[in-house]
């Protein structure tokens, strides 16, 4: 199994990225696909998910500024943040316990290496 992120960067307060998480090794097209965040001295926040179905999950944080979805035939999961805040600098990670809602468990057994995200003026 083998996840790898990009589309993270510095951004000013109030602007967007586009998170890109690229597959492979499992059947992605059955499996919850998760995104969480870590900043310097917190804990992990599961930040949003989707089932295989398509219906999705977000943290209080991040609802309605955020948005989750998936590409079963690239086998890849986005997560397209907008209005972003200072608050929302983190190390941000996808991650997937497979057919199983990480974000349900706060834990998963797959993970990428990161992406950084500052937001920043």
């Known amino acids: 199994v083998q996840l790898v992120e990009s589309g993270g960067g510095l951004v000013q307060p109030g602007g967007s990225l586009r998170l890109s998480c690229a597959t492979s090794?499992?059947?992605?097209?059955?499996?919850?696909m998760s995104w969480a965040r870590q900043a310097p001295g917190k804990d992990l926040e599961w930040v949003s998910g989707?089932?295989?179905?398509?219906?999705?999950y977000y943290a209080d944080s991040v609802k309605g500024r955020f948005s989750i979805s998936r590409d079963n035939a690239g086998n890849a999961v986005f997560l397209q943040m907008t209005d972003l805040k200072p608050e929302d600098t983190a190390l941000y990670y996808c991650?997937?316990?497979?057919?199983?809602?990480?974000?349900?468990?706060?834990?998963?057994?797959?993970w990428g290496q990161g992406t950084q995200v500052t937001v920043s003026s």
């Open positions: 991650a997937t316990s497979l057919e199983v809602p990480a974000w349900i468990l706060r834990s998963a057994k797959y």
């Open positions: 090794g499992f059947t992605f097209s059955s499996a919850a």
């Open positions: 989707i089932y295989d179905d398509g219906t999705t």
